[in-house]
């Protein structure tokens, strides 16, 4: 079993940056796949990226902008989010499976959630 919370999130104005960082519990967090996804209001939870040990997956609308990174000693995954656009706003969810995909169903456990909010 794993548990995941999310931190860092926030408001900030267009062109700016937020980090977020996702700290599990659990063991073994080295060995998951460590994932980001997004869900705007009215919208469906929509792949950001995805980190299993050097190998990395961008969702097109983040990749150059966004940076996932982790640190396996502190059991904490980063979203590095830079030059962030109002289509940016959304619920921000950290997930941990064992497969480096882009579909949520993949995954097997979540955070709660966390507010970033881009405004023009």
């Known amino acids: 079993q794993v548990q995941l919370v999310e931190s860092g999130g926030g408001q900030v104005q267009a062109g700016g940056s937020l980090r977020l960082s996702c700290a599990a519990s659990g063991r073994a967090f080295s060995s998951y796949v460590m994932g980001w996804f997004r869900q705007a209001p009215g919208k469906e939870r929509e792949f950001v990226a995805a980190?299993?040990?050097?190998?990395?997956l961008y969702a097109s609308s983040v990749k150059d902008r966004f940076t996932c990174s982790r640190d396996n000693a502190k059991s904490t995954v980063y979203l590095q989010m830079n030059s962030l656009k109002p289509e940016d706003t959304a619920v921000y969810y950290c997930?941990?499976?064992?497969?480096?995909?882009?579909?949520?169903?993949?995954?097997?456990?979540w955070g709660q959630g966390i507010q970033v909010t881009v405004s023009s």
């Open positions: 997930a941990a499976g064992f497969i480096p995909t882009r579909t949520s169903k993949d995954y097997n456990y």
């Open positions: 980190m299993s040990g050097s190998y990395t």
